[in-house]
């Protein structure tokens, strides 16, 4: 059975400063995703990754797959308030299983 | 390009009683999956169809029920509704099984 793991739960950063979410998972696959989720609100799609030592950035966020270790990042550099919300990454198997997510809170 | 659409928004029911929510998926896109999201379980894949065929189905009891139409619209069922049923439903279409694009949920409250 597929498990999806994502550390930290609980981020809180200063603005400016850099810093990484881990997202582990069990079995073999090479299709991640991670969203971002506002409060009350949807999922938003940031990144696909498709491919063993995929990266993909947008802005401040940039997300990288390997796909040996089981392991995707998703770094985050000179964080802005903007960036506060959960950020969930999803491993597709036989279908898709969503990480716990990430509650990001950047302070001023 | 219109997104996924989901009715109702918000919806209040009684224990015990039934309901229906409908997606309907990004034109031309034929899966379509259901989500349910709590505080507690996160997100947990209930199921996906595609061309009108359940594809997947998560780990939840028979009372969630979905099916898929032949314009890909969806529905989602859930009988005899229990407390621990309030949620956020998420639905997500996609043209591939690759990515997924989510519409804004059903916020499902079961008094």
């Known amino acids: 059975e597929l498990k999806v793991e994502q550390n930290p739960l609980f981020l809180s950063m200063q603005e400016g400063k850099n810093y990484t979410i881990y997202c582990n998972y069990s079995?073999?696959?090479?299709?991640l995703y991670w969203y971002r989720q506002d409060p009350g609100k949807s999922l938003e799609s940031l990144f696909v990754?498709?491919?063993?030592?995929a990266v993909k950035q947008e802005g401040r966020l940039m997300a990288s797959l390997d796909t040996k270790a089981r392991l995707s990042t998703l770094h985050i550099t000179a964080a802005v308030h903007d960036l506060s919300a959960t950020y969930f990454c999803?491993?597709?198997?036989?279908?898709?299983?969503f990480g716990p997510g990430t509650r990001l809170s950047v302070l001023p | 390009k219109a997104g996924v659409t989901q009715t109702p928004r918000y919806l209040i029911k009684t224990r015990g009683q039934q309901v229906t929510l409908s997606c309907s998926p990004i034109?031309?896109?034929?899966?379509v999956s259901w989500y349910q999201q709590t505080p507690g379980q996160g997100l947990q894949f209930l199921f996906e169809?595609?061309?009108?065929?359940?594809?997947n189905k998560g780990n939840f009891p028979g009372r969630f029920s979905g099916r898929q139409f032949s314009n890909s619209r969806s529905e989602m069922n859930v009988s005899t509704l229990e407390l621990g049923d309030s949620a956020l439903y998420l639905c997500?279409?996609?043209?591939?099984?690759?990515?997924?694009?989510f519409g804004p949920g059903t916020r499902l409250t079961v008094l």
């Open positions: 999803a491993v597709a198997g036989q279908n898709f299983v």
């Open positions: 079995t073999t696959s090479d299709r």
């Open positions: 169809y595609f061309s009108e065929t359940q594809r």
């Open positions: 034109s031309g896109h034929r899966s």
């Open positions: 997500a279409s996609s043209p591939d099984s690759n990515e997924q694009f």
């Open positions: 990754l498709l491919s063993n030592g």
